[in-house]
């Protein structure tokens, strides 16, 4: 089966989320625990959980739904209203989010659920993005809260390489 991981990279990046910005939110995640940490160390992980089908999947159904709504393509245009909205009880966002922090752990879960409520770096942006309704992040913000939150996990478990190099 093909590998998803640089697809998802790009289609990140190309609603203006890079690598380097996530990192930074999971730097934030354990900088509690670590002195000195610093968001490149964090890239290893990131590329870990980026490797996984099912992160994959859960990041190309995200900023699909998302394009779709944001340009006015669904066929159910309440939904699309609810999408544009970013409509506080929705919950499907974070549901598929979910797929991503359960392969990694009570750590991620909780993690997950800290940074989608508090908003920190990248996903206080991407939030931020489309108030108005010419954008639409409802999905995008949840799947990349999740990927730091793993990646976080991943490396709080201890399976980060010191001095690893990372190109982006």
Known sequence: MKNYRDLCIDLLQERG???HSIAEVARYLQAEYHENLQAEQFYS????VLDKREVQFAVMVAIEMDMQAENRNLFNKELE?????????FGVDEVNAYGITNLYGSIALTNFGYIDKFKYGIISEINA???DGSECHTFLDDVVGAI?????SRFAHGYHKKDEPFEE
């Open 17 to 19: 989320v890079s690598l």
């Open 148 to 152: 730091a939150a793993a990646a976080a």
């Open 81 to 89: 209203e609810i999408l544009l909205r970013d409509e506080p009880l």
């Open 45 to 48: 992980s990131i590329y870990s």
């Open 129 to 131: 993005r489309g108030k």
